[in-house]
Structure formats: C-alpha cells, structure tokens
C-alpha cells in the first residue's frame, strides 16, 4: 500500500537554529508533492508543493523542500526558524494515475521552535 | 480566496447518537474530502465525493457514510457514534481543472462521544 513516512515526530529548536523535516514515500510512479502547515488553532494550509520541473521548490515565510526521485524523499527546509514557526507539519502525496485527487498524508511532525 | 467551512468547531455527543458534520466550500469545486486527524497518525481519508450525489469510500470508512446533495455541501454521518470516533475532523476541496491538485482544508470539527 501507498504509504508516506515523517521520521521526526516531535522536534524542538532555538530560534535562528537550521530546520530540516524528513518525508519519505512507497509509490514507484509520478506524484505530486505537497507540504501543509497546521498553526495552533488554526487550519491546515498549504507551505509548498511539487508537481514537475525544479526539484527545489520554495514556499511561503521562508521554507523550501527538495525533491530527490531516487530517494522517493521530499525533505522541507529552513535555514534560519523563528517562533512563529511553531506547528505540525505534514507531508502529503498524490499518485498522479489516481484521478481521484485524494492526498496520502504522514503523521506530522510537531515543531516547537523556543525563543 | 477559497473557503471551506464546518459546521461546527467543537462538538459533544452520546454513544449511540446520529451526528451529522457539514462541510460547505464556496468555489464551485466538484472534489470534496472527508479526513480525520488523530495524533500521531496524520490525516487519514474518510469518504470523497467528485461530483453531486457521487461517493467513494476512503480508506476508513467503516461506521460513517457521506452525503453530496448539492455541489457545494459534503455531509459527514456517524450512523451510530462510538467512543473510538472521538476526533479532530477535517473536509477539504479540490476543483478539477487548473491542475493544481491543491486541496483546501476547512478549521476542522473537533467531535467528542462520551
């Protein structure tokens, strides 16, 4: 079965610390990435995605992730967190022959970013 | 901006009740998703809808059923609640042309059966 992995569950850093989040996929043909960011009390929202082309996609406030095909692994980065980074965040997959759209989604990863 | 809204934020009900959810985006989107989120097990998909009055069983779909009367409205059923159906629910949308594949989440129905 199609499954995505996010290896950190919990991870804590200092402000201005480099930030990296793990995402790995089981699925041996095209997809289509994404990263969503929950907020406290607020709703899932979209960081970043990756359809085709540059494997190094950015997004919002600051965060970028790589695609890296031979690794099925879509890694989110920041150089540089701040406080207000502070969430979960998910990695999500859809297998591009589904038409259905539907997202497989990791367990998230809780970030706690200290001032 | 796409919106996506729920029904209600925070919700309590009894063992044995019929608890409806409603999901109501504003886009004209004809995909409409069903997740539920549960601590440390991510966002795992319910039912999904591509069109009115049609339906697709997620990958948990067991003891909830889904109804799609109108385009914008994506109704959620627990047909008969269970302890183990305490959760964070999330409906989402998705259009079908653009190929953007982004899906839009609403803020999410936290459900408690006591």
């Known amino acids: 079965a199609q499954s995505v992995s996010q290896h950190n569950h919990h991870v804590i850093l200092s402000e201005a610390a480099s930030l990296e989040l793990g995402c790995n996929y089981s699925?041996?043909?095209?997809?289509?990435l994404f990263w969503y960011v929950q907020y406290p009390g607020q709703h899932l929202q979209l960081l970043l995605k990756y359809f085709s082309g540059d494997p190094l996609v950015k997004g919002i406030k600051g965060f970028e992730a790589e695609f890296i095909k031979s690794k099925f692994s879509f890694n989110l980065r920041k150089p540089s967190v701040q406080w207000s980074d502070t969430a979960e965040y998910f990695c999500a997959v859809n297998p591009r022959m589904d038409s259905s759209y539907k997202l497989i989604f990791g367990s998230g990863t809780r970030l706690l970013v200290r001032p | 901006d796409v919106k996506v809204t729920q029904s209600s934020r925070y919700l309590v009900k009894r063992t044995g009740e019929k608890v409806f959810l409603e999901c109501v985006q504003d886009m004209d989107h004809e995909n409409m998703f069903w997740y539920r989120q549960d601590p440390g097990l991510g966002l795992r998909l319910i039912y999904f809808?591509?069109?009115?009055?049609?339906?697709e069983k997620g990958d948990i779909p067991e003891g909830y059923s889904v109804s799609r009367e109108k385009k914008e409205r994506f109704s959620l059923i627990l047909e008969s609640a269970s302890t183990n159906q305490t959760s964070m629910y999330l409906c989402?949308?998705?259009?079908?042309?653009?190929?953007?594949?982004?899906?839009?989440f609403g803020p999410g129905t936290r459900l408690t059966v006591t």
């Open positions: 989402a949308s998705k259009g079908s042309s653009g190929g953007t594949y982004e899906q839009y």
């Open positions: 809808s591509y069109d009115v009055k049609m339906k």
């Open positions: 699925y041996g043909g095209t997809v289509n």
